[in-house]
């Protein structure tokens, strides 16, 4: 079992509608969770965090987090067709800084 | 600005030879990370960094070296060892002793190797 794992996608996406993706995690002692935005050939971008359960609203970007059920999700509102990149979900590792990242989620986002 | 950079943004490589990636942060971020990321991957860790003068293995470091003599550079050295290096280098920092600890990433370094 991976560590951090992702639905590869593609996951399609109308513009204007939501996109939904999940991650789940195999470490219960998990604290942290992030979700990272990389478009084609560029380094990732941090856009979410969060560490307590429930939900993290930023602009049109939630974060959902569920310690017991090992999920932390994000949801993408109004989705635009430069919202179309690959997603990473990272989750912290011991004590402090050590990140395992899943695979990544492409989402394409059609006009 | 702060920010993190590498140089170069393309490097090839011959087989046999060592070349040196380069990173600075001017964000006065105590703690750097290299990762690899192959397509279609996640990023794999192959060396971080909490303090000057101190470093520690990552997931993948079989190949690779570091150094950490100043706070804002974090060079990696990837070595003749290591057999498949062709990659996309990404070097992070972030704060050290934070719940959240966010990392940030420089443009990233694409190696090729000939």
């Known amino acids: 079992q991976k560590e951090v794992e992702q639905n590869s996608g593609p996951l399609s996406v109308p513009e204007g509608a939501i996109a939904s993706l999940n991650c789940t995690y195999s470490?219960?002692?998990?604290?942290?969770f992030f979700w990272y935005r990389q478009y084609s050939g560029k380094s990732p971008e941090l856009i979410m965090s969060i560490y307590s359960n429930g939900d993290k609203e930023d602009g049109r970007f939630t974060a959902q987090l569920n310690k017991a059920s090992q999920y932390v999700s994000l949801l993408i509102r109004d989705s635009q067709p430069s919202d179309s990149a690959t997603y990473l979900c990272?989750?912290?590792?011991?004590?402090?800084?050590?990140?395992?990242f899943g695979a990544g989620t492409q989402v394409v986002v059609t006009p | 600005d702060g920010g993190i950079t590498q140089s170069p943004k393309y490097l090839f490589r011959k087989e046999g030879q060592n070349v040196t990636l380069s990173c600075e942060q001017n964000?006065?971020?105590?703690?750097m990370y290299w990762y690899r990321q192959d397509p279609g991957q996640g990023l794999r860790l192959i060396y971080y960094?909490?303090?000057?003068?101190?470093?520690q293995k990552g997931d993948i470091a079989e190949g690779y070296s570091v150094s950490r003599e100043k706070k804002e550079s974090f060079p990696l050295t990837v070595t003749s060892a290591q057999k498949n290096p062709t990659a996309f280098y990404l070097c992070?920092?972030?704060?050290?002793?934070?719940?959240?600890?966010?990392?940030?990433f420089g443009p990233g370094t694409r190696l090729t190797v000939l």
């Open positions: 990272a989750v912290k590792r011991g004590s402090w800084g050590k990140l395992q």
């Open positions: 964000l006065n971020h105590d703690a």
């Open positions: 960094s909490q303090i000057v003068n101190d470093f």
């Open positions: 992070a920092s972030s704060d050290r002793d934070r719940l959240v600890n966010e990392q940030f």
């Open positions: 470490d219960r002692g998990s604290q942290s």
